[in-house]
Structures are given as structure tokens and as C-alpha cells.
């Protein structure tokens, strides 16, 4: 059995959840977890993630507020080059002191991770009664929400030519003399439909 605070994601906060008024800072790397993103666009598991912020009792729960970022390496949606980014967020989240779940807890304590409170907010668990907030669930959510749907290497990247390839980055002037080949293309389709209209011997059943 691992104990909530042999998680590498877990939070020592049992001196400031013992009342309100209470605070104290969270500045460090935490491994990200798995599952964010895929290959092309994703944050393996593994990599450091920063976490610095503050973390504040309240009357009924401990406050959140954080600055995550993550190195991010993707490619190019339109040219493939590597981008080299990162991924930067700021969530507040609120860890209700009490079990939002009436039923004892049988170690399954992810079912009860992410629940929206009445404000629209991320409310996480605490874990151990109090003593520790674990970060998993937290940074899964806040780095899969951040991810690029379509990571570009700078907003106005010209892409690739669709006919050969090239990249137009380099090569902005470069085109295709395409009007020979629409006509000759236009031109046996031109040539293929009066065929068809002149089925010749091979008639339907038209009598
Ligand atoms: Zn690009
Ligand atoms: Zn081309």
C-alpha cells in the first residue's frame, strides 16, 4: 500500500489546515503525469512540471493559487518543424476540508478528483485527512486544458506547398505553372464526357 504522502505529487499542508489564516508556498518541480496530450502534441510523463504558489486556509478548505509551467516540445502543425514552447496556466482550486462524498473513502480517492463547486471552480480532495493535497489530478487537468490543439512555429507560418511540399517559409515566392496542367486535365474530361453521351453500340434499355 503507498501512503498519500509517498506520492510524488503530494503537498504537506497539515500545518496550515489546522485553522484559518493560515498560509504557505508551494515552489517546486513535480513529475507530470501520465496522459496529457499525445505524441505529436503532449507532455510526456515524467517531465518536470513548476509549480510555485500559494496556499491559503480558509474556514472550510484550503485555497490554491498557482503558476504551472512546462517545457513543451511538438512540431509545426503546418510545416512539421520542431517548436520548442512551453506551457504556462494559472488555476485557483479550493480543497474542501470535508469529504465532499459521504461514504467512507476505500482508497479510490481519483472518483472523487475534480468536482466542480457551486462557483464553476476545480475542487480537488485532500488526502489523509487533511494532512496532504495532492497536485496529481490538478496538473493533469490544468496541462490536458492547456495543450495546443495546433501548435504553429509563429503565428503567420506559410506551411508546406500542397503540391510538392517545399516549405514556403523558405521559399515564399515559390508556385506551380498549374494552368497547362487544369487545361490538359479539363480537357480529357471534356473528351471522356461526350464519349459517355455517345455510348455508341453499347446502349441502355431505352426502347
Ligand atoms: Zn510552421
Ligand atoms: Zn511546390
Redesign the pocket.
Known amino acids: 500500500m503507498s501512503r498519500p504522502e509517498d506520492s510524488p505529487w503530494a503537498v504537506s499542508v497539515a500545518q496550515v489546515s489546522t485553522r484559518a489564516g493560515q498560509s504557505t508556498r508551494v515552489d517546486r518541480d513535480f513529475p507530470a503525469p501520465e496522459g496529457i496530450g499525445d505524441q505529436v502534441v503532449g507532455i510526456p510523463a515524467g517531465t518536470p512540471v513548476h509549480v510555485k504558489g500559494d496556499i491559503d486556509s480558509l474556514v472550510d478548505g484550503l485555497l490554491l493559487q498557482a503558476h504551472v509551467s512546462v517545457p513543451l516540445k511538438t512540431e ?1 502543425t ?2 512539421l ?1 520542431p517548436v520548442n514552447t512551453s506551457i504556462q496556466d494559472d488555476p485557483v482550486v479550493f480543497f474542501p476540508y470535508k469529504e465532499p462524498e459521504p461514504e467512507p473513502t476505500h482508497g479510490k480517492e481519483e472518483i472523487l478528483a475534480e468536482q466542480e463547486d457551486e462557483a464553476g471552480g476545480q475542487t480537488y480532495p485532500l488526502a489523509s485527512g487533511g494532512a496532504f493535497m495532492d497536485l496529481e489530478a490538478l496538473l493533469r487537468d490544468t496541462l490536458v486544458e492547456a495543450l495546443p490543439l495546433q501548435p ?3 503565428p503567420d ?1 506559410r ?1 508546406l506547398c500542397p503540391q510538392c511540399g517545399m516549405d514556403l ?1 523558405d521559399h515564399p515566392d515559390h508556385h506551380h505553372e498549374m494552368m497547362d496542367d487544369r487545361w490538359a486535365a479539363l480537357e480529357g474530361l471534356k473528351q471522356r464526357l461526350e464519349q459517355e453521351e455517345n455510348p455508341g453500340s453499347d446502349g441502355r434499355t431505352g426502347e
Open positions: 509545426c503546418r510545416c518543424r504553429l512555429c509563429r507560418c506551411g517559409n
